[in-house]
């Protein structure tokens, strides 16, 4: 968990509105390499929306967003380029349904890396070990669990060689008992030093995992700190009473 | 008819005469066909992912060719072609009826398939869009690797429905003078007065075809089938009720 001075991610000020609504209200902060930062927060609070943005899946009406030295926001900035740099793992796995666990982290390598078919197989091989799953190579998604399905979508985007990875309530569509393999798979790579973005629920992990905390509501940043602070000295009444009722919900399960 | 009726089917000419109908009938259907495929994926491609105008203009295709009752479009086409190759005194516009008839039927059933090919692109989760974008897939490539093979997969139920349509529509043709099998039997019948047994004759054809069509495209649905995706379904929902 070793942190260094470089800074991966900066946002600065990004707002975001549907309709009426005013979803992201001026976020900004940076991520350093090495760094896992947890986005804690209630639901419809706009943390997919920001998580979106950092990839431009979502444009964001306004703010910057910068990805080492280069601005992901800018409208000369090959966005495609951008995202292979960027693992973005989504709620409900998202596998190609037509494809095997396998052929799932392997179209990456071959179509927008263009890998020859034998360096993309030992890398995908590679990066389905790396979560535990060479042996399922080749199950199709509809052929394995949640959390199997979860694992096979991070080493789908870890195969990328990405510089950033973004998690969007990764453990949020499996049972209880699946998360534990999941989240074991995130802090591993947390632990190799893998840079980190992950919106969860989880408070025990991101407690113990993570470096920061951000907390969000309404599409504004409330407090940030590092766990310790946030979670057992927080300064915010709304961050008490989030934690307490989120505690409530989950039980004692999470510290 | 009568048990004396019966000794038609001995006689091997009427046999070779069904036979060529049969073939002319099979090679319009799968020319046909697959113009119809390629048109009406690029149509359902259009209506569900082109700019505002191209989505339209793909759906007022669709809704157009629909319309058109296919002897109307056979007939329209035919005469219009040779019309505009007579006025341009353009040579290579003299096309041979059985391509006029490929034109005709194509456009049609592209306006039918398209609609099988939307409904199959509508069925895939947007969310494996998503992903594909996630990991830096353009728009193209995202169609080609993700959209394309499911939905061609998802299409095939549908498809078979279309070509035993079609199958039997091809007897049309006899409008613009392309003698098929229908057409083969009715010279047939001319000759001999045996309407009845002459028709079952090539009913019995056209069942044949349809089995075997259909039977070819089961085939092909296991044959790319995905478990979760595909077939199996059937054990599925039989376990269920
Ligand atoms: N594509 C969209 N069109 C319109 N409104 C949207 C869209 N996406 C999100 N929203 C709205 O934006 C708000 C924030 O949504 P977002 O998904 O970012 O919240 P969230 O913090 O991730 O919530 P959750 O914890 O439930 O996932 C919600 O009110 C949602 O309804
Ligand atoms: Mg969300």
């Given at each position: 968990m070793a942190v260094s001075s470089k800074t991966i991610v900066r946002v600065e000020d990004l707002h975001k509105r549907y309709g009426a609504e005013e979803v992201l209200k001026g976020v900004s902060f940076t991520v350093r390499q090495g760094e896992a930062l947890a986005i804690i927060g209630p639901s419809g609070t706009g943390k997919s929306t920001l998580l979106r943005c950092i990839n431009r899946l979502t444009e964001p009406d306004r703010g910057r967003i910068w990805l080492e030295d280069i601005e992901i926001t800018s409208p000369h900035t090959d966005i495609n380029k951008i995202r292979q740099q960027i693992g973005f793992v989504f709620q409900d796995f998202n596998l190609f349904a037509h494809l095997t666990a396998l052929d799932n982290v392997r179209l990456g390598l071959l179509k927008v890396k263009k890998l020859s078919k034998k360096e993309a197989t030992e890398r995908a091989m590679h990066e389905l070990a790396r979560v535990g799953l060479a042996d399922q190579a080749h199950k199709y998604p509809a052929q394995l669990s949640g959390g199997q399905q979860q694992r096979v979508s991070i080493a789908r985007a870890l195969a990328m060689d990405p510089k950033l990875m973004l998690f969007d309530e990764?453990?949020?569509?499996?049972d209880p008992e699946l998360i534990g393999e999941v989240l074991q798979v995130m802090q591993q790579l947390a632990e190799e030093g893998m840079t980190m973005i992950v919106v969860t629920h989880e408070m025990g992990f991101a407690r113990s995992v993570c470096d920061e905390v951000i907390f969000m509501e309404k599409g504004v940043i409330v407090e940030q700190g590092p766990p310790e602070q946030v979670f057992l000295h927080p300064q915010q009444p709304r961050t008490q009473q989030f934690l307490s009722k989120i505690s409530e919900l989950y039980g004692g399960t999470n510290l | 008819m009568s048990i004396e009726s019966l000794k038609l089917l001995g006689d091997w000419d009427i046999w070779k005469q069904l036979l060529e109908g049969m073939l002319v009938t099979v090679e319009l259907t799968v020319s046909l066909l697959g113009v119809g495929l390629v048109l009406g994926v690029i149509v359902a491609l259009g209506q569900v992912y082109g700019p505002r105008p191209i989505a339209m203009l793909m759906s007022a295709y669709e809704r157009f060719f629909r319309a058109m009752p296919i002897l109307v479009l056979l007939i329209v086409l035919n005469y219009g072609i040779a019309f505009a190759a007579d006025i341009?005194?353009?040579?290579?516009?003299?096309?041979?009826t059985f391509a006029v008839a490929v034109m005709a039927f194509g456009l049609h059933s592209s306006a039918y398939q398209s609609q099988i090919f939307r409904g199959a692109i509508l069925a895939i989760k947007p969310g494996q869009l998503l992903a594909a974008r996630a990991l830096g897939m353009t728009r193209l490539q995202t169609m080609r690797y993700i959209v394309l093979p499911q939905a061609l997969r998802l299409a095939i139920p549908g498809w078979s429905n279309e070509y035993s349509g079609v199958l039997k529509d091809t007897s049309f043709v006899f409008a613009i003078g392309v003698t098929e099998l229908t057409r083969k039997g009715w010279q047939i019948i001319q000759n001999t007065r045996e309407v009845f047994l002459v028709f079952i004759v090539i009913a019995l054809i056209y069942l044949l075809l349809t089995y075997l069509g259909t039977w070819l495209l089961e085939l092909a649905e296991r044959f790319w089938g995905v478990p979760g995706l595909t077939g199996q379904r059937r054990e599925e929902h039989g376990r269920v009720i």
């Open positions: 990764p453990t949020s569509a499996l | 341009y005194n353009v040579s290579w516009l003299r096309l041979p």
